[in-house]
């Protein structure tokens, strides 16, 4: 299995621009996972999906905020508009048991 | 709701042990994992501990105490490259399983 894969691996936009990253999941696995990770406040769960269904979304940090799961093999995290404060790097994993999670290489956003 | 707290930065011999402490608050407490990551890299998975007691696995040992609400990693015979931020992560329930990260303790190995 090629593991979790996301993508892009790096976007720089403008501030006010919408972004959307995207993740593809390990087959099989039924709990998938977003997570933001910045100097300050480390890696932060956003939402996490079991079964395609958003579980828990309290992570999310605000409304420009949003995230899907319209089949087992992807998901797609969303920001509009987008702010210098949401740079960071956005994790996507997934797992089966979620004992053990595998993480994608990530995407680091810049928003200038 | 959930919380971890782990010490932000260690420092440690090439050669030497060294213990990672974390402490949780989380409710319908299923179990705690470890994860390392390298500068630039992912987190990666190195261990579970859903029962009290030590479990090892080569060089690194993960140690749990519910009652205690306490684990703790321990990397035996340090290498130059397991310097790296290493995250304790914890499994509560809410229903379902949800997997909370601590802030991550940096590892520096020294010569």
């Known amino acids: 299995d090629a593991g979790v894969i996301q993508s892009p691996r790096h976007e720089v936009t403008e501030m006010g621009q919408e972004v959307t990253l995207r993740c593809k999941p390990i087959?099989?696995?039924?709990?998938l996972f977003w997570y933001r990770q910045t100097m300050m406040r480390g890696l932060e769960l956003l939402i996490y999906f079991n079964n395609n269904v958003p579980i828990d979304d309290s992570g999310m940090p605000e409304d420009r905020f949003s995230a899907k799961m319209p089949n087992a093999s992807f998901s797609t995290l969303k920001i509009q508009p987008s702010e210098p404060r949401d740079s960071a790097v956005y994790f996507c994993?997934?797992?089966?048991?979620?004992?053990?999670?595998?993480f994608g290489q990530g995407t680091r956003l810049t928003v200038v | 709701g959930q919380s971890l707290e782990q010490p932000s930065e260690v420092t440690a011999v090439e050669g030497a042990i060294v213990q990672i402490n974390c402490t949780y608050q989380?409710?319908?407490?299923?179990?705690l994992s470890w994860y390392q990551q390298h500068d630039g890299g992912a987190p990666t998975f190195l261990s579970y501990n859903a029962l009290d007691g030590l479990e090892e696995t080569g060089r690194f040992s993960s140690f749990l105490s519910r009652s205690d609400s306490y684990g703790y990693l321990l990397l035996q015979e340090l290498q130059m490259k397991d310097s790296a931020s290493y995250f304790c992560?914890?499994?509560?329930?809410?229903?379902?399983?949800?997997?909370?990260f601590g802030i991550g303790t940096k590892l520096q190995v020294i010569p």
């Open positions: 992560a914890a499994l509560g329930s809410g229903g379902y399983q949800k997997v909370t």
């Open positions: 989380t409710s319908g407490f299923y179990g």
């Open positions: 994993a997934s797992s089966r048991q979620n004992t053990e999670a595998f």
């Open positions: 087959s099989g696995h039924n709990s």
